[in-house]
């Protein structure tokens, strides 16, 4: 036998959404024949009531979801430990959900959320998101939604991002001024908002100082450790002098596809990532890296949604913010010793 | 007006919790007199259906909660990924909630999910925890609970671990045959199972060789990682050649440490670390890890909690598994060489 929900109920009834809430939980307001009347119906009806809808049962779920690509990843595990920060004060739990990059996998949990299982959701999407109406169809449900890091654009919520254009441009005028210009980028994603824009950064740097972009120089990786490993090898068979990676998490191919080509960094190659590895500074050479202020954004971000839980008339599309990254340069991307001549 | 649960509902009809859970659901076994008299009950008493308890329902939530301390490790990371490769096989979500290895945290958590809001708990014990009657009520109210990595041992269920004991010894006898004979153990926790198993295996190796252990050996790490770079330096200052650590965390302040004390690795100290960090071979020197089987304890931990939640009398009690770890030999541990003499 399936279950009814209160809609169906009150229509079956012929009365409100709102009279049916009411009775079945036993208001003043309600008359004892309409009471009786409704709890019939629902017991035949097997109308079992949405255990999270938090405006029927007068509290609140006491939880928010957190919906991310994956954990392996710096920024989410510091991002994680921002967000947490927020809601420990307000005594909520943060149930963590990951797409692991899949956007079939963001559509069932945003289906699963939507039900109002938590009272709010922060969230970066996948690589492959494109489409954003399961987001739409979250929000129309009345549970408020903060983006940071990767957002999608035509929802109109919060978004907490970072200066990924203007810092990639910074990043890639730093690889010019140590003596690079062949520098290729490496991209994880034709979709994913944050590393186009950090690839536009790069072009209009390479723009500025009348550097030629080729084709070749835009290189896409992959999800897999070891098939980045190759296409990395493959890309540095096109002798570049600088390397800019656009996830963290193609630090170590690269570094593993140099020692198998012996190809030094930084003095044949300089390489940079947009990474927030604590062992940055321990790798050889130690990393230069675009550190995200991923602590901070998920702060920000969990602020702002208990905001819209706390007060009515919270309007989030008008907080969005951009907390700006830091280069952080390190050994790997020096500038060479220029040997006198003799 | 508080709500009741349903053994209080059925107290106070005096009737079974059966028969009042099969009344609420319309069953034919039931008259309808009876079930007149649940439903008018429940109406007066405010009964609100436990919406999570799956007997109830007849449906499952289809959420398993993963309880652990912390993501900003790669045994966990992994971890998640086997778990939620057999998760998405049963089309079941993962809720990731983190204690930041405090019980407090974990306690909280554990309360809620006895309520029933997921159908099955994997669960990783935080640093502190000693107690564990938190564990046992939520076993009491029919939630199975796989442990992995880090256990409960008076807990009756299924235990997935790895050979902390016999690695440790292992890792010990590597750092003896290397040449060390004055070898610090860093531990994190007084309580933790997992780090005092492998400090046991560390005195075995140090007994089995006739290598005193002195108090000053056992060093105490703790959670900030600042803290501990400190920690470690004042350890070095006692001049081992020989460094283990039992947590992955302590990889960065140990090379951020030896590095402002110009102490070389391996040359002046050999470290070798308990992680299963993807970047282990790219650290400058390259480091020899004890790697735990990280995805396949994960994995085999959610198996089991599926079996039980599939089959009715599956006992998980009788199901614990041990899976071995490696060592990884890498160039932190390589021994000297000989200086011939002139």
Do not use: W
Not at 10 to 31: G, M, P
Not at 92 to 111: F, P, Q
Not at 179 to 208: M, Q
Not at 232 to 261: H, Q, W
């Amino acid at each position: 036998m399936t279950n009814i929900n209160i809609r169906e109920l009150a229509r079956q009834l012929k009365l409100s959404v709102s009279t049916v809430s009411k009775a079945l939980h036993d208001s003043h307001e309600i008359s004892d024949e309409t009471k009786k009347r409704v709890l019939a119906s629902a017991a035949r009806l097997n109308y079992i009531p949405n255990p999270y809808a938090s405006s029927l049962r007068g509290r609140r779920s006491k939880n928010i979801a957190l919906v991310i690509p994956e954990v392996a990843d710096s920024f989410f595990s510091l991002a994680i430990n921002g967000i947490e920060s927020v809601a420990k004060e307000k005594e909520y739990h943060v149930l963590i959900y990951l797409t692991h990059e899949i956007y079939r996998n963001e559509e069932a949990i945003l289906a699963e959320l939507r039900a109002g299982r938590v009272d709010g959701v922060l969230m970066s999407v996948s690589r492959e998101t494109v489409q954003t109406d399961h987001v739409k169809s979250l929000i129309e449900n009345g549970i408020p939604l903060v983006f940071f890091d990767r957002v999608c654009e035509e929802i109109d919520t919060a978004r907490i991002t970072t200066n990924d254009f203007a810092i990639a441009c910074t990043a890639t005028e730093h690889l010019i001024k140590q003596g690079c210009d062949k520098i290729i980028f490496l991209n994880v994603s034709r979709t994913l908002s944050i590393t186009n824009r950090r690839f536009e950064g790069y072009k209009k740097a390479l723009a500025d100082h009348n550097i030629v972009l080729n084709e070749e120089d835009l290189v896409f990786c992959r999800t897999g450790a070891d098939e980045n490993y190759e296409i990395i090898k493959n890309a540095l068979r096109m002798n570049p002098d600088g390397v800019i990676a656009s996830v963290e998490n193609l630090t170590a191919p690269f570094y593993k596809a140099c020692s198998e080509l012996k190809i030094k960094i930084p003095e044949d190659v300089k390489f940079l990532c947009f990474s927030n590895l604590e062992i940055a500074s321990i790798l050889h050479p130690s990393l230069t890296t675009v550190t995200q202020p991923a602590f901070e954004m998920g702060k920000v971000a969990a602020t702002l949604l208990f905001k819209a839980l706390e007060k009515t008339n919270f309007d989030l599309a008008k907080e969005s913010l951009e907390i700006p990254s830091s280069l952080l340069i390190r050994d790997s991307t020096a500038a060479n010793k220029i040997i006198p001549p003799v």
